[in-house]
């Protein structure tokens, strides 16, 4: 049986990692959790999982291969992909996978499609009754407004444009940034919802975590809370179709008006997903579970409320 998993562009996934070996090791004993670098001797994560595997920038053409080879040669049945990039190429190679045994976590292309450009993702969150950030006019601008890239990850090239003088024209011609509404931190709180959508693209757990402190784009200090952002998405989002395995919605909450602003949605594993685990939200548990048991998951709610996170920096010595 293929019961190994891998967790590619693993890099710095450490937590995650362990958490699939702990979750595999309780149901499969034997089965391995593998990860692939393009450098694995300087991956942390490299340290801590059953074996690890170097390969090519996951655009480059060769990659495909490479990864089906690896796959093949250490009885892998599921990958984890944990990076923006790779995704919408891993979508393109879910059939193709699948034909081998293997299971590739990752939604289907369309839906990806959405999530990596922000303008499809507005639109998407609207046509499903979740309000976004009202869309400005660069050239007949209100401050203070806010402008961010249809496809940036990791918190980069982002933007709080307060007044005129800081509408440089590299920021006015920069043809990938968006123009939008700026949503207070001061008055709303920052969500990042952790959602689990099983084989029949149905939700079956929803873990929101208040973005508390950020560091590089990732959540640095957090807090889970069941509040309304559960049952709102539940009903909004309780069918996506081609979505499975882990997502990642970040909005804007108001306590006092329950206003809530959809942001973006990242269809993987998030940075923060730590979390959530901790609190009782098992994803890895239900992959296995669905995927490699052919068992049936019901949607439920059950994980801590008000569990803190707050991370500190470690290290690997070798």
Known sequence: MSNNILVTSAGKRVALTRYFKET?????????????????????????????FKVPRV??????DVLLQICRDNKIGMIIPTIDTEL????????????????????ERPFVEVCRDK???????????????QEIDKFNPVFPMFAKPYDGSLSTNLHHIKSEDDLTPEILHDSKLM???YIDKKVYKEFTVDMY?????????????ERIEIRAGEINKGRTVK??????????????????????????????TKDIVGIEINPRFGGGFPLSYMAGGNFPELLIREYFLDEQVEYFDNWKDGMLMLRFDDAIFV
Do not use: W
């Open 227 to 256: 509040n309304e952002i559960v049952a709102l998405l539940k009903d909004r989002l309780g069918y996506l179709k081609g979505c499975v395995g882990c997502i990642c919605v970040q909005l804007f909450y108001h306590p006092e």
């Open 179 to 181: 123009f939008m509404e």
């Open 197 to 209: 959508y099983g084989k029949d693209n149905k939700v079956k757990c929803i873990v929101p975590r």
């Open 59 to 64: 655009t480059a053409p060769e990659y495909p």
């Open 24 to 52: 595999l090791s309780r149901f499969i004993p034997d089965a391995k959790v593998f990860i692939t670098d393009m450098n694995p001797e300087m991956a942390p994560v490299s340290y801590v999982c059953d074996g690890s």
């Open 88 to 107: 919408l190429v891993l979508a393109d190679l879910k059939e193709k996978f699948a034909e081998a045994g293997i299971h590739i976590m990752v939604s």
């Open 119 to 133: 303008r499809n993702t507005g639109a998407f969150f609207e046509s499903h009754g979740i309000r976004v950030p």
